[in-house]
């Protein structure tokens, strides 16, 4: 085994799509062009559809932090009470970001595992009729959660509040129905399951928040999404572009088109299924089995190993880079992505590498197992899809 391709199996970065790859190579033109702004209106164009909404869906030269900070700044006043979900790492960001810019936040606390139920969001509603604003994942990637987004969605539309959803491992992996279930801010990132690099946020905005935006009050200049909301208008971006993203953007844009959204949630959704059984298969426990995420899922180690080792075993024996734990949860669990460029074949691998990994290091483990059990599930969607 003295060769060993690098596969990325993390929630984001993730394995990019080949076309876009090559795209980037045509990153030298100027971003004050007509050739430009073209592609940019292609790409606005493209998000907005692969988004499913009618809202404008403006892009930003920034990781996903980056569209959570502007869904912050953007739309709220000093001191603002609002509700705020946290259930791990990425939770926690959004209280983080509520205090840093001044706003009141009321959280709603659940263990990492599990998720913020809609009850207790309602509740805070009536206790807090003032709120202005609801923040929640749609997946936890740091537990490898899910969210239930139409529910808390129906319970915030009947109120002055606007729901800002945290959807940049959501979008992709799991159905959204930004305009149906009324989600005013929805943030994207590019790498995630749009198979490009990362380096781009995208921030849906309904019409609700953006009469919330005329209120706020909040200090902004390079995330102020008015001013790029005119530019966009114009088919530009207010700052400079990333000229190689959008080029890669277009790209992947272009290949999800034609796909169709829902079938690449759908590719998310059984790949978790399978991925979900083949860790059954191996007597492992999932962490978050109440509401497992599409993006990614957990897997609590063996009783006595750190999930670190587990981890790097993955590195070194098999050049594949999975995720480990994050905060109180390192060396507890460990996390397999399968969003985006990603398929059955790519699963396989990672399954029996774990088989492997598991057996060396003495845990009792049937070899080939959690890849029958992923065999099984590739085998009856096909009979499925044939006897439809």
């Known amino acids: 085994m003295h060769i060993k391709k690098q596969r990325l199996l993390t929630a984001g970065p993730t394995p990019l799509l080949p076309q876009a790859l090559r795209a980037m190579m045509g ?17 606005l164009s493209g998000l ?17 932090t980056g569209g959570l900070e502007a869904a912050v700044s953007n739309f709220f006043r000093a001191g603002d009470e609002v509700i705020v979900c946290s259930a791990g790492k990425f939770g926690e960001r959004w ?7 001044g706003l009141s936040p009321i959280v709603l606390e659940a263990p990492y595992g599990e998720v913020v139920s809609p009850e207790r969001v309602g509740d805070a509603l009536k206790q807090h009729p003032d709120a202005r604003g609801v923040f929640i994942q749609a997946s936890e990637t740091s537990t490898g959660a899910e969210f239930d987004v139409r529910a808390i969605a129906g319970l915030v539309r009947a109120t002055p ?27 994207g990132g590019s790498q995630k399951a749009f198979m490009i690099p990362p380096g781009l946020a995208f921030v849906s905005v309904s019409e609700k928040a953006w009469q919330h935006a005329a209120a706020a009050n909040l200090p902004r200049l390079y995330f102020d999404l008015t001013r790029e909301r005119k530019s966009a208008a114009a088919g530009e971006s207010t700052w400079t572009a990333s000229t190689s993203l959008i080029l890669a953007l277009a790209e992947a844009l ?14 998310a959704q059984s790949l978790a299924a399978a991925t979900r059984t083949a860790a059954k298969a191996l007597d492992l426990e999932l962490f978050a089995p109440a509401c497992p995420a599409s993006a990614v899922t957990a897997i609590r180690a063996p009783k006595g190993m750190d999930s670190s080792a587990i981890v790097r075993d993955f590195r070194e024996q098999f050049g594949s880079i999975i995720a480990n734990g994050q905060g109180a949860m390192k060396g507890k669990i460990f996390r397999i992505a399968h969003l985006g460029y990603f398929d059955f074949s790519d699963l396989f691998a990672v399954i029996a590498q774990l088989e492997v990994i598991l057996a060396s290091r003495g845990v009792s483990v049937e070899l080939g197992a959690g890849v029958a059990a992923i065999q099984r599930a590739v085998l009856n969607a096909r009979v499925a899809s044939v006897t439809k």
Do not use: Q
């Not at 990153?27 to 790409?43: G, K, N, P, Q, W």
């Not at 907005?48 to 996903?64: D, K």
């Not at 509040?161 to 929805?186: K, R």
């Open 161 to 187: 509040a606007i729901l800002v959803v945290d959807a940049i491992t959501g979008l992709g992996t799991m159905p959204l129905d930004i305009d149906g279930w009324g989600l005013d801010v929805v943030v």
């Open 27 to 43: 990153s030298d033109i100027y971003h004050r062009t007509e050739d430009f702004r073209a592609l940019y209106r292609e790409v």
């Open 95 to 101: 209280v983080d970001l509520a205090r840093a810019f």
């Open 254 to 267: 272009r290949y999800i088109r034609a796909m169709g959204m829902d079938k690449l949630v759908a590719n």
């Open 48 to 64: 907005r559809e692969v988004f499913g909404t009618a809202n404008e869906v403006l892009c930003l030269v920034a990781s996903g």
